[in-house]
């Protein structure tokens, strides 16, 4: 009987082992995707720290985009002496009062331009030389000059004033009216022609004045290194420009203030010589 069992229970035993198989493979196969789940979260935190170490040379690049220029114009005027202080506040000055003369003289002499044109359309074509004065906008240099000339034409009286003729006499007073409007138009030209000459020898002197603080620093430091030269050379060399730049703007500003007066001053002179006629002619009494 034992001897007939023996077969079965041995092919009892394998089949058993055939089926069991498979489940065991995947036992084993589960312990090294736990053993890589339990890996992964240990790995997670090392991208932080990768980000982080990345991220700290970008802010150290963006801390010395936002360093101050040790040898501007700020670095300049905080650590320059009462000279250099002086130099650059007497070139801030000249720079402002030339180009406050160079606008409002071109603001005139535009405005006593257009007062020409209106002049030659209203004056002359008046009934009377007193309806033409008034035509004349009240203040204006053609209004001076135009009551200048009737008032000398109808006032020709006095003991002293009897021995000029009237004809010497009201050319005197419109040639006296005309030369006022002129001086008026120089007025300012001269400050222009000064800061043009003067403003480059100003900065030159702020650049001398530099070049002896960087000779002065290198003889205390024993040696010509760049941290030594650079601020007195940078401020040699702002003095300079800024002198350049103040002189440049009166020089082309006083040479077209000049030209333009000239133009408008032969609108002047040729409206005082028509008045004049006009006044010794046959419409001068009435």
């Known amino acids: 009987m034992t001897t007939r069992l023996s077969p079965l229970v041995a092919a009892f035993v394998l089949g058993a082992t055939l089926l069991l198989s498979p489940f065991s493979a995947t036992a084993q196969d589960a312990k090294p995707a736990a053993s890589a789940a339990e890996a992964t979260p240990a790995a997670a935190p090392a991208a932080p720290v990768a980000a982080a170490a990345t991220a700290a040379p970008a802010a150290a690049i963006v801390s010395k985009e936002t360093v101050d220029n040790p040898y501007g114009l700020k670095a300049m005027w905080e650590q320059g002496d009462f000279v250099s202080k002086g130099t650059l506040i007497i070139l801030i000055i000249m720079s402002i009062g030339s180009w406050y003369i160079l606008i409002t003289k071109l603001w005139e002499s535009f405005k006593l331009s257009g007062e020409a044109k209106s002049a030659g359309r209203s004056f002359f074509k008046s009934a009377s030389l007193n309806e033409g004065v008034k035509t004349l906008k009240a203040g204006s240099a053609f209004h001076f000059i135009a009551e200048s000339g009737v008032n000398a034409g109808e006032h020709h009286e006095g003991s002293l004033t009897e021995n000029i003729d009237r004809n010497t006499w009201v050319t005197m007073n419109v040639q006296r009216a005309v030369d006022t409007v002129a001086s008026r138009l120089q007025d300012g030209l001269a400050v222009l022609a000064t800061v043009g000459s003067t403003a480059p020898f100003i900065g030159l002197f702020g650049t001398v004045w530099g070049i002896y603080h960087a000779l002065t620093a290198i003889g205390i430091a024993g040696q010509a290194s760049i941290d030594k030269v650079a601020g007195p050379v940078g401020e040699a060399l702002i003095m300079t420009a800024i ?33 004049h006629g006009v006044l010794m002619g046959a419409k001068a009494g009435r």
């Open 243 to 275: 002198g350049l730049a103040v002189a440049v703007p009166a020089v082309l500003g006083y040479n077209w203030l000049v030209r333009r007066n000239k133009v408008t001053m032969d609108s002047v002179r040729g409206f005082g010589a028509e008045l």
